[in-house]
């Protein structure tokens, strides 16, 4: 959330500076960036790994300008009408001032490995061609419409080395964010048509393996009348609607990029005495996405030293009296973005557990001491805790070092050069150490994996298999696990599961599934009660209900002999989980069965006697 009266304040301080030579490719790395990492991009608990299994640490700048720098009114190629005066052009900033190859160098001398391209919806299908003017040091680009030059940029970028996220900026073609029209990703549209402009735009850059993430939507945030939710199952709920889009990339589209989700980045109504917060990751603790692809998914969040926990960021109109994240202590500020943030990383062996992603921060140049302070410890806290991040933004403009200085670096009409690299700005050394503090490098142990299922709103059908498949329990709601995880646990009500590949990696190696509706056992396991159970061979992929009744179990064969001994873990009158807590709770405030993780599940008992009304009372547990 880039608030506008912000530069407007600071911007006017730095005057008579000369134009400084350009030096910045002076601290390009020496180990070419092409050569360092290999895509596609995965995960391995908190960590983002290339295709040989290497930490890739994402080091991003955020190249904005094809999601537009217009503030909504007037002629858009006339810089007054443009956010700091920075004319886009509705193409990525600077295109007008310095030639590709340029931009390029500069970008490698700052030493990202990243880029977080930002694009609108309205960019898609813009046939207005950019103007000679808006890409001026680059004549190839004349006469191409938007999309066309975005294509070019993605191209320059990766064939350079860069790893490029997608990035659903806004709606429109205009400068973001507050109440514009672009809050959400139904705003201005449909959640049809975003789901299906997400799907295009994955599979335009299929074959590029340095195209790695689809970042879904920017700064999901409250309009004028409503609030987006996390798990209401309305209109509203961000949750589902990055499931919906996150599924359909990875099996409509490109099922190698990585699945970037932000959390939600304002809710309530900006007004003292009114409720309202900044919850950001906060709700994936209860309830977190499990893609139909494993060791996709990333979350993502945004601070800025303007902002707060329960700030707009604003000054004047929309402005509360809560502190800004730079009114914190540095043990305040630290807490409150582990608790809001990063504890999605560094807390392992948990169904929410996934790299988290600061895709925006940034300062300006010109500041205030307050904010001087904030970046220091921002930088502190992404440093210490091994964070991967994107600094807003990576290209401005300027006049003499005076404008926007924000950008890591910035152009003058006639191509003069500032960058964060120089001695004379302050973020320097600040900047350098980041780039500097690598972190975890080399390769990453694989951990297992755990993933939540809920079906109370909606099928949870993870298992690419059985969609292709169909509906396989027409009418009920189906809880599935990803293909290369099994079905662990499960809820007496609530509908929740729980699916991991701890023990046995890729369980389900070839064969049908086959859907159990009726009793046939071995053993009694469950006295009095209706077991559905797997035969042996066999393993629980996944489950369905009726409400919260059980309808059928979904059994998959196993390419490891399965015929253990096995226990009844009760969970009518309370929980059966491990005691380590391992895999998290996947249904919060139900009563809930969980296997260990040396074993595999086989069967559900329920009961529709007296007092009994169907609901997932046992859950039969099998030692591999």
């Known amino acids: 959330m880039r608030t506008r009266a912000l530069v407007a304040v600071l911007a006017a301080a730095l005057s008579g500076l000369a134009v400084a030579p350009r030096s910045a490719a002076a601290d390009a790395p020496t180990t070419p960036l092409a050569a360092s990492w290999e895509g596609p991009l995965s995960t391995q ?103 066309q030059v975005y294509d070019k940029v993605v191209e320059a970028l990766t064939a350079d080395g860069f790893a490029v996220i997608l990035n659903n900026h806004t709606t429109t073609t205009r400068w973001c964010c507050g109440v514009d029209g672009n809050e959400r990703w139904s705003s201005s549209q449909t959640t049809q048509k975003w789901l299906d402009d997400w799907v295009f735009m994955a599979r335009r850059y299929r074959a590029n393996k340095r195209v790695v993430g689809a970042d879904l939507r920017n700064e999901v945030r409250r309009d004028t009348w409503d609030n987006p939710n996390w798990g209401l199952g309305d209109g509203h709920d961000w949750a589902a609607a990055a499931q919906q889009a996150g599924d359909r990339i990875l099996t409509e589209a490109d099922p190698d990029l990585l699945i970037m989700i932000e959390g939600i980045n304002w809710s309530g109504i900006p007004v003292d005495g009114l409720w309202h917060d900044r919850p950001m990751l906060k709700p ?129 009409a006639d191509g003069g050069l500032r960058t964060v690299l120089h001695t004379d700005d302050w973020r320097a050394p600040h900047w350098r150490r980041l780039i500097a503090a690598t972190g975890y490098t080399g390769q990453v142990t694989p951990v297992r994996t755990w993933s939540m299922l809920q079906a109370i709103h909606a099928d949870a059908n993870q298992s690419a298999r059985m969609r292709a498949q169909g509906d396989w329990d027409s009418g009920a709601h189906k809880l599935s696990c990803p293909d290369d995880q099994r079905l662990i646990g499960i809820s007496q009500k609530g509908q929740g599961g729980l699916c991991t590949d701890a023990g046995v990696a890729d369980l389900w190696e070839s064969g049908v599934a086959k859907v159990v509706k009726s009793e046939s056992v071995t053993t009694d396991w469950a006295t009095g009660f209706t077991k559905y159970q797997c035969p042996n061979g066999q393993f629980m992929n996944g489950y369905s209900l009726r409400g919260d009744r059980v309808s059928a179990v979904l059994c998959a064969p196993g390419r490891v002999p399965l015929a253990g001994a096995g226990r009844t873990l009760w969970d009518d009158r309370g929980d059966s989980r491990p005691a380590s807590g391992e895999g998290g709770d996947y249904a919060n405030g139900y009563y809930k069965a969980q296997c260990a993780a040396d074993e595999y599940a086989a069967g559900i008992a329920f009961s529709t006697g007296i007092g009994r009304y169907g609901t997932p009372d046992a859950l039969y547990c099998r030692k591999f």
């Open 284 to 412: 994936v603790a209860a309830l977190s996405q499990t893609l139909v692809r494993s060791h996709k998914l990333v979350y993502a969040a945004h601070f800025y030293g303007y902002t707060g926990p329960q700030h707009t960021g604003a000054d004047g109109l929309g402005e509360t009296h809560d502190p800004r994240y730079r009114d914190l202590s540095r043990a305040d500020l630290f807490s409150v973005m582990r608790d809001t943030a990063t504890y999605v990383a560094t807390t392992p062996d948990r169904h929410f557990t996934a790299p988290v992603w600061i895709s925006e921060f940034g300062v300006g140049k010109v500041t205030t001491d307050k904010d001087k302070a904030w970046f220091a410890s921002m930088v502190d806290f992404l440093i210490e805790n091994d964070v991967d991040f994107a600094y807003w933004p990576m290209a401005g403009f300027q006049e003499n070092d005076q404008g926007n200085t924000w950008g890591l670096v910035r152009y003058a």
């Open 45 to 147: 608990g908190r960590y983002i790994v290339d295709a040989t299994g290497k930490r890739f640490k994402l080091r991003s700048g955020n190249w904005h300008g094809a999601s537009g720098t217009w503030t909504g009114s007037g002629d858009d190629e006339d810089p007054a009408n443009n956010y700091a005066s920075e004319t886009s052009h509705r193409v990525p900033l600077g295109l007008d001032r310095i030639p590709m190859s340029t931009l390029m160098a500069d970008f490698h001398a700052l030493g990202i490995n990243s880029v977080r391209l930002p694009f609108s919806n309205q960019m898609i299908t813009d046939t207005r061609p950019v103007t000679d003017a808006g890409v001026a040091a680059n004549p190839d680009l004349r006469g191409l419409f938007p999309l």
